[in-house]
């Protein structure tokens, strides 16, 4: 399938999930649906640099939370629409990224991620000290009610204010927008991941990660290639953290850089399959989809404890994700 056309159908597939959770009109499912899309949205994220070129990152929280500020930081100052603090976000944690690639991807291995997990701890040594945003005890984020028209959209652009006043009408809370904005960043998410695997570039990320010394003896660019696969993981994952704090109204340094977004970055990734773009997605749907249920049935604190024995199951039975386990047994088949 083209790119065009994988665009379009992804497209399709958004607004169809878009229109069933509208008709079934609960608030509850765009709570627990905007948690598995933004999962979705960090484990393709994670996997582009981790999966695709080989490089594990134990900094995925780092990334987010750099989002999440990025965000509390403008509503402080100057408050803006949820889209530019996305794009605005995926921008700073994109230069991020590409710092952090610069400083760290000589090295290899454990050294690396050992190093990106450091990161993560500088970042959040500097937000609990950061009186603007909060510090320590965190910062509070008053989400709008209703979802309006920016006021310089209706003072400059009258005819496009009238057009995207009647679409925002179709939201019933804030929830809802939040919710379809997540979507869209999904689908952006994955229709990246996508094109980079089948591109001459996510040929040379393969070649990283199967031998990066034969790839350098090869010729093959991968520093530049590296750069480019930490400032693209960086960036999504940082567009996935600024809608957070209008989603939760209340962010601490503790719930941003918290473990659980670490984890599940990496072990959704793994349990999917990390050599494919629907890998992440699938082990997103499935574990986002079980913590879910967990939180409301049982209690949230059990949401580790699940990751934990699902990727212990995963790595026993299928080593390379469920993608990875469905090809096999085809494979299988076709002998």
């Known amino acids: 399938m083209r790119a065009p056309l994988f665009l379009v159908v992804a497209i399709l597939v958004g607004a169809l999930a878009f229109a069933v959770f509208y008709l079934v009109d609960n608030e509850y499912?765009?709570?627990?649906?905007?948690?598995?899309?933004?999962?979705?949205?960090?484990?393709t994220a994670w996997n582009i640099l981790g999966g695709y070129c080989g490089y594990v990152n134990f900094g995925s929280a780092a990334f987010f939370a750099l989002g999440a500020y990025t965000s509390v930081t403008i509503h402080k100052l100057a408050p803006m629409p949820i889209p530019f603090l996305i794009a605005i976000a995926g921008i700073l944690t994109g230069i991020v990224g590409f710092g952090m690639g610069y400083l760290t991807l000589r090295l290899r291995g454990a050294f690396f991620a050992i190093a990106t997990l450091a990161m993560a701890v500088v970042l959040q040594t500097l937000i609990v000290n950061w009186d603007f945003v909060g510090g320590a005890r965190g910062a509070y984020v008053i989400r709008p009610h209703d979802v309006t028209v920016p006021e310089f959209v209706s003072a400059y652009m009258g005819p496009v204010a009238g057009l995207l006043g009647a679409f925002l009408k179709i939201f019933r809370s804030y929830v809802q927008y939040l919710f379809f904005?997540?979507?869209?960043?999904?689908?952006?998410?994955?229709?990246?991941?996508?094109?980079?695997?089948?591109?001459?570039?996510?040929?040379?990320?393969?070649?990283?990660?199967d031998d990066?010394?034969?790839?350098?003896?090869?010729?093959?660019?991968?520093?530049?290639?590296?750069?480019?696969?930490?400032?693209?993981?960086?960036?999504?994952?940082?567009?996935?953290?600024?809608?957070?704090?209008?989603?939760?109204?209340?962010?601490?340094?503790a719930s941003t850089f918290g473990l659980a977004y670490?984890?599940?970055?990496?072990?959704?990734?793994?349990?999917?399959?990390?050599?494919?773009?629907?890998?992440?997605?699938?082990?997103?749907?499935?574990?986002?989809?079980?913590?879910q249920v967990a939180t409301v049935t049982i209690s949230s604190a059990v949401n580790l404890l699940i990751v934990g024995l699902l990727l212990i199951t995963f790595v026993i039975v299928a080593p390379n994700g469920i993608?990875?386990?469905v090809q096999e047994r085809l494979r299988a088949r076709g002998q």
Do not use: D
């Open 29 to 43: 499912y765009y709570f627990a649906g905007y948690v598995v899309l933004q999962f979705i949205v960090l484990a």
């Open 181 to 209: 904005l997540m979507l869209v960043l999904t689908v952006i998410a994955v229709a990246i991941a996508r094109g980079i695997e089948r591109s001459r570039l996510g040929y040379g990320f393969a070649t990283i990660r």
């Open 323 to 325: 993608v990875g386990l």
């Open 262 to 291: 670490a984890v599940n970055s990496i072990a959704m990734p793994m349990i999917g399959g990390t050599t494919s773009w629907i890998g992440p997605v699938i082990g997103a749907v499935l574990l986002g989809t079980v913590q």
């Open 212 to 253: 990066e010394m034969a790839a350098e003896a090869s010729g093959v660019p991968t520093l530049r290639l590296k750069l480019i696969a930490t400032t693209v993981s960086g960036g999504l994952m940082g567009m996935a953290g600024a809608p957070f704090p209008y989603y939760i109204g209340y962010v601490e340094p």
